[in-house]
């Protein structure tokens, strides 16, 4: 076994660690020993996330208080002459109110000035608590839509962000810094920790609230059918009352996945962009023939939606149609009230539909693209604040944010702008996808997929490292029969004009994507993820789509050349 390996081991099983984790350890096998100890969780694209278990690889109360310790620390350094204070709040995954319990800990035993909700929470309002309490920091514990046997640690800067460089970098040194898990701060002082609630929830949803735009419309449309799910998970907590506060009457439940349950028993992935995940929401909506369904991940920071189509049928719309629809919507909505000045901006992903560039262009508003990751929307909404406006921004990955009272994907509210958007269009005798349709009329039929491949644990990370330096040493030059043209490396912060033989620096953090444009149009992105043990694929390709007669014949032609390129790239 590989000495660096053994040396963790060996420390976790003489170190201070409790008889439960020693005994563990005992019994595993060689393999699972490599994948539990062969690295230490570093921060992604979502903080801190991995599997539950023993080892400095896995999520548990050591990992978990160090993490803790390392921010403390450094919240320390960065604010030394400020009383800290911090806000903590967790999902309904196995474990996550111990772990949030243990954060509360190490927070109170720093001395730091803690605001600890007093039951599950969403994640975006944890990003909502950091602001309106006026916190330095915050930590939610969840893993998302991950598979039950994870769990993680979002950790958030002043502004309610996620941490982004460098400070979660900096916060890592601190992390490696601590050497003994005796460092760790897990004796509670009572007095520093304040246990919040209701108050925070019923200043969340008025926040939302104010979103609101065609509230005439809701009045007309109150009673339009709604089907809810929040897949075992904390949209139970606040989507309902928000729908409720927002003049909704006929909102429907689905009672199978409403109680929170960190087993998710009625789903393999509680992830919303999963169609079996969907299904019984999907059921129930064909049952009372609803004019949506939406459905949140088990920390309510992302929502898939179903509608009819122009058939008639229900249809799972993408986080690249949601997102063109509900940004698309707020745009114009400021627009038809007089609001754009030139001083407006939205924000989005590089891996994130083009339509929606498209959308606020013709519409005199600026459109920021960003590395993956919400962080980097938020980072973009902190660096423009007060100069420009923001709107809203969203993520292929069915995250959307409206606003910016909160700095993260918000699932709550984009629930009830997409009620309102779905109300708005009925006002108007139209569906939702009548309106996706009128937008691939005007700015053209945009259409995408995702391919990701799972390499788990050690042996996974080398072979999808392998792939990527692959990529980059042997870059395709032609795909599906058309000429490779440009060749954004992000890693490298490099961008290669092809035709022209030119290079250019591309001004973003470096980051391990590579994005290859081809002379008919078409866009590939390569990019392991930040929160799973995957590398995933972005296809995106477009053209003019003639009339709504066309649709069908448009969309299966670009389903056809996706395949062909995913074919002709062996992915």
Request: overall charge negative; hydrophobic content about 35%; some cysteine.
């Given at each position: 076994?590989?000495?660096?390996?053994?040396?963790?081991?060996?420390?976790?099983?003489?170190?201070?660690?409790?008889?439960?984790?020693?005994?563990?350890?005992?019994?595993?096998?060689?393999?699972?020993?490599?994948?539990?100890?062969?690295?230490?969780?570093?921060?992604?694209?979502?903080?801190?996330?991995?599997?539950?278990?023993?080892?400095?690889?896995?999520?548990?109360?050591?990992?978990?208080?160090?993490?803790?310790?390392?921010?403390?620390?450094?919240?320390?350094?960065?604010?030394?002459?400020?009383?800290?204070?911090v806000a903590i709040a967790h999902d309904s995954r196995n474990n996550s109110p111990l772990f949030a319990s243990i954060v509360a800990d190490v927070f109170a035993a720093n001395g730091f000035k803690v605001y600890f909700f007093e039951a599950l929470r969403p994640t975006p309002e944890l990003s909502f608590a950091i602001r309106h309490f006026g916190c330095h920091s915050g930590v939610v514990?969840?893993?998302?839509?991950?598979?039950?046997?994870?769990?993680?640690?979002?950790?958030?800067?002043?502004?309610?962000?996620?941490?982004?460089?460098?400070?979660?970098?900096?916060?890592?040194?601190?992390?490696?810094?601590?050497?003994?898990?005796?460092?760790?701060?897990?004796?509670?002082?009572?007095?520093?920790?304040?246990?919040?609630?209701?108050?925070?929830?019923?200043?969340?949803?008025?926040?939302?609230?104010?979103?609101?735009?065609?509230?005439?419309?809701?009045?007309?449309?109150?009673?339009?059918?709604?089907?809810?799910?929040?897949?075992?998970?904390?949209?139970?907590?606040?989507?309902?009352?928000?729908?409720?506060?927002?003049?909704?009457?006929?909102?429907?439940?689905?009672?199978?996945?409403?109680?929170?349950?960190?087993?998710?028993?009625?789903?393999?992935?509680?992830?919303?962009?999963?169609?079996?995940?969907?299904?019984?929401?999907?059921?129930?909506?064909?049952?009372?023939?609803?004019?949506?369904?939406?459905?949140?991940?088990?920390?309510?920071?992302?929502?898939?939606?179903?509608?009819?189509?122009?058939?008639?049928?229900?249809?799972?719309?993408?986080?690249?149609?949601?997102?063109?629809?509900?940004?698309?919507?707020?745009?114009?909505?400021?627009?038809?009230?007089?609001?754009?000045?030139?001083?407006?901006?939205?924000?989005?992903?590089?891996?994130?539909?083009?339509?929606?560039?498209?959308?606020?262009?013709?519409?005199?508003?600026?459109?920021?693209?960003?590395?993956?990751?919400?962080?980097?929307?938020?980072?973009?909404?902190?660096?423009?604040?007060?100069?420009?406006?923001?709107?809203?921004?969203?993520?292929?990955?069915?995250?959307?944010?409206?606003?910016?009272?909160?700095?993260?994907?918000?699932?709550?509210?984009?629930?009830?702008?997409?009620?309102?958007?779905?109300?708005?269009?009925?006002?108007k005798g139209m569906s939702l996808f009548d309106m996706l349709m009128d937008n691939y009329l005007k700015y053209g039929f945009y259409y995408e997929n995702l391919v990701s491949i799972t390499k788990k644990g050690k042996t996974g990370a080398e072979e999808i490292k392998a792939m990527m330096a692959n990529w980059r040493k042997n870059p395709p030059t032609v795909i599906n029969g058309s000429?490779?043209?440009?060749?954004?490396?992000?890693?490298?912060?490099?961008?290669?004009?092809?035709?022209?033989?030119?290079?250019?620096?591309?001004?973003?953090?470096?980051?391990?994507?590579?994005?290859?444009?081809?002379?008919?149009?078409?866009?590939?992105?390569?990019?392991?993820?930040?929160?799973?043990?995957?590398?995933?694929?972005?296809?995106?390709?477009?053209?003019?789509?003639?009339?709504?007669?066309?649709?069908?014949?448009?969309?299966?032609?670009?389903?056809?050349?996706?395949?062909?390129?995913?074919?002709?790239?062996?992915?």
């Open positions: 076994m590989d000495i660096t390996i053994q040396k963790k081991i060996d420390t976790w099983k003489s170190g201070n660690y409790d008889t439960e984790t020693k005994a563990a350890i005992a019994k595993m096998g060689e393999e699972e020993l490599i994948d539990s100890f062969y690295k230490d969780l570093e921060f992604g694209t979502g903080g801190l996330r991995g599997t539950m278990g023993v080892g400095s690889n896995r999520i548990n109360k050591y990992t978990v208080g160090a993490a803790t310790q390392g921010l403390s620390n450094y919240l320390k350094k960065a604010f030394p002459t400020e009383q800290i204070k514990l969840t893993a998302s839509h991950n598979p039950k046997e994870y769990n993680g640690y979002k950790a958030y800067w002043v502004d309610g962000g996620q941490v982004t460089p460098p400070h979660d970098k900096n916060i890592i040194d601190e992390v490696n810094s601590i050497t003994s898990i005796d460092e760790i701060k897990f004796d509670r002082i009572a007095e520093n920790v304040q246990i919040i609630g209701k108050e925070v929830d019923e200043a969340y949803l008025q926040m939302i609230c104010g979103l609101s735009i065609s509230k005439d419309a809701i009045a007309r449309q109150k009673d339009l059918k709604i089907v809810f799910s929040p897949i075992h998970g904390t949209g139970i907590t606040l989507v309902p009352q928000l729908l409720e506060k927002m003049g909704f009457t006929n909102v429907h439940i689905v009672k199978e996945q409403a109680t929170p349950d960190g087993n998710f028993p009625t789903v393999v992935y509680p992830n919303p962009e999963e169609k079996e995940a969907m299904s019984i929401g999907l059921a129930q909506a064909k049952a009372i023939d609803a004019d949506v369904l939406m459905a949140t991940d088990p920390d309510a920071d992302r929502v898939g939606i179903a509608v009819k189509n122009h058939k008639g049928e229900f249809v799972l719309l993408n986080g690249n149609q949601t997102g063109s629809l509900l940004i698309g919507y707020m745009i114009q909505a400021w627009k038809e009230a007089g609001k754009i000045t030139g001083k407006e901006m939205v924000a989005k992903t590089i891996v994130t539909s083009e339509l929606i560039d498209k959308i606020a262009e013709a519409n005199g508003v600026k459109c920021y693209n960003t590395l993956t990751g919400f962080k980097y929307i938020a980072e973009v909404i902190r660096e423009k604040e007060g100069k420009e406006k923001f709107i809203a921004g969203g993520e292929e990955s069915y995250g959307y944010l409206i606003g910016d009272s909160v700095r993260d994907k918000d699932a709550i509210a984009a629930c009830g702008l997409i009620a309102e958007l779905v109300a708005y269009a009925k006002d000429k490779v043209s440009r060749v954004l490396d992000y890693e490298e912060s490099i961008e290669k004009d092809l035709i022209a033989g030119t290079t250019k620096t591309l001004d973003f953090l470096k980051s391990d994507v590579l994005q290859f444009y081809t002379e008919d149009g078409s866009k590939i992105s390569a990019r392991p993820s930040g929160t799973e043990p995957k590398i995933k694929f972005y296809f995106s390709i477009s053209t003019k789509l003639n009339s709504k007669a066309d649709y069908d014949a448009t969309e299966q032609m670009l389903k056809d050349r996706i395949t062909a390129i995913v074919k002709d790239l062996g992915v």
